[in-house]
């Protein structure tokens, strides 16, 4: 899954999120959720919210909760590793089918429309849709869907974000995201850590960042 496109949006949403504690060589914060909110969508879909995150995701497959992070580094440090620590595993009760993420680019039916002639909701439920190079993609309850990414009966876990250092006020920070849920789309099961620790292996900068 490729969440470059969402990373700007999720940079925005981490500015609430405080500072990390700085080490030499290791700098770490823990992130609680708490029970999330479960909002229908579209009649026969759903979203998992828990606070500070935003939705994202592949296009027509299932959008996950993400979490903006903004870690203090040591002065002259830069991000040279990142790993996670899960813990507290719950389960959420029910069944759901996660909302399919949808495309971000504002006025997109509009430009493809005036410049094409093309307008995805103008495809007819069950057919394919999607801009040249959209694999498996149709319409469903006005949702462009992939529905190969429902019949999945392992859990999925969405990948992280690349953690990269950036420079705020002086300081360097590093920034990314992750998603504390999982979900077992065939069966329609869904599950989040209640902590997440992220461990962040710094090195020394060929010059301040």
Same mark, same amino acid.
């Given at each position: 899954?490729? %969440?470059?496109? +969402?990373?700007?949006?999720?940079? $925005?949403? @981490?500015?609430?999120?405080?500072?990390?504690?700085?080490?030499?060589?290791?700098?770490? /914060?823990? +992130? &609680? /959720?708490?029970?999330?909110?479960? *909002?229908?969508?579209?009649?026969?879909?759903?979203?998992?919210?828990?606070? &500070?995150?935003?939705?994202?995701?592949?296009?027509?497959?299932?959008?996950?909760?993400?979490?903006?992070?903004?870690?203090?580094?040591?002065?002259?440090?830069? *991000?040279?590793?990142?790993?996670?620590? &899960?813990?507290? !595993? $719950?389960?959420?009760?029910?069944? +759901?089918?996660?909302?399919?993420?949808?495309?971000?680019?504002?006025?997109?039916?509009?430009?493809?429309?005036?410049? $094409?002639? #093309?307008?995805?909701?103008?495809?007819?439920?069950?057919?394919?849709?999607?801009?040249?190079?959209?694999?498996?993609?149709?319409?469903?309850?006005? =949702?462009?869907?992939?529905?190969?990414? #429902?019949?999945?009966?392992? !859990?999925?876990?969405?990948?992280? @974000?690349?953690?990269?250092?950036?420079?705020? &006020?002086?300081?360097?920070?590093?920034?990314?995201? /992750?998603?504390? %849920?999982? #979900?077992?789309?065939?069966?329609?099961? *869904?599950? +989040? =850590?209640?902590?997440?620790?992220?461990?962040?292996? $710094?090195?020394?900068?060929?010059?301040?960042?």
């Amino acid at each position: 899954m490729n %969440l470059t496109p +969402y990373l700007i949006i999720l940079c $925005t949403v @981490s500015i609430l999120a405080p500072f990390g504690p700085a080490g030499a060589g290791e700098v770490s /914060f823990e +992130y &609680r /959720f708490e029970e999330p909110r479960i *909002v229908p969508a579209g009649g026969v879909f759903a979203r998992v919210e828990f606070e &500070r995150t935003i939705q994202a995701g592949k296009v027509g497959e299932p959008s996950f909760p993400f979490r903006g992070a903004r870690i203090l580094l040591p002065p002259g440090e830069v *991000v040279a590793s990142v790993r996670f620590e &899960r813990r507290h !595993w $719950t389960s959420i009760g029910g069944t +759901y089918r996660l909302l399919p993420a949808q495309r971000t680019v504002p006025g997109i039916y509009g430009d493809l429309s005036s410049s $094409t002639g #093309y307008d995805e909701r103008d495809i007819p439920e069950g057919m394919p849709a999607g801009l040249p190079g959209d694999q498996g993609l149709e319409r469903e309850h006005g =949702f462009l869907i992939n529905r190969a990414a #429902y019949t999945s009966d392992i !859990w999925v876990h969405p990948p992280t @974000s690349s953690f990269s250092t950036h420079c705020y &006020r002086g300081h360097a920070i590093a920034v990314g995201s /992750f998603s504390p %849920l999982g #979900y077992r789309p065939a069966a329609g099961e *869904v599950g +989040y =850590f209640r902590e997440i620790e992220v461990i962040i292996e $710094t090195a020394p900068a060929e010059h301040d960042p």
